[in-house]
């Protein structure tokens, strides 16, 4: 599985941006895809997670009601829309396969993107 992530880039705050990850394939014990971010110096956090069906998703507290996950799997692609940003959002956004475990811990997921660079202005 290979996971690239795009459309980062810089924004105001209150602005908008929507990523983007492109999977070449999925692994057959899969259940899920997700979002994670890392801020400079800081540890990488979860963001928000998806089922293979979109039936399930979860977020963060710190973006639930400004961030919204959904993918097509038509595609092969999975989305972040992310609204209302804050310069606190500034972070290096990464997708994931999940293959089991709990969707908010990065050991839960075996295949990570490049990442993609969010910058929020105040």
């Known amino acids: 599985v290979q996971l690239q992530a795009s459309g980062g880039g810089l924004v105001q705050a209150g602005g908008s941006l929507r990523l983007s990850c492109a999977a070449s394939?999925?692994?057959?014990?899969?259940?899920?895809m997700g979002w994670f971010r890392q801020a400079p110096g800081k540890e990488r956090e979860f963001v928000a997670t998806?089922?293979?069906?979109?039936?399930?998703?979860y977020y963060a507290d710190s973006v639930r009601g400004r961030f919204s996950i959904s993918r097509d799997n038509a595609k092969n692609t999975m989305y972040l829309q992310m609204n209302s940003l804050k310069p606190e959002d500034t972070a290096v956004y990464y997708c994931?396969?999940?293959?089991?475990?709990?969707?908010?811990?990065?050991?839960?997921?075996?295949?990570w993107g490049q990442g993609t660079l969010v910058t929020v202005s105040s």
């Open positions: 998806t089922s293979w069906s979109g039936g399930s998703t």
């Open positions: 994931a396969e999940r293959q089991s475990g709990s969707y908010y811990r990065r050991e839960s997921y075996s295949y």
């Open positions: 394939g999925r692994t057959l014990s899969s259940i899920g």
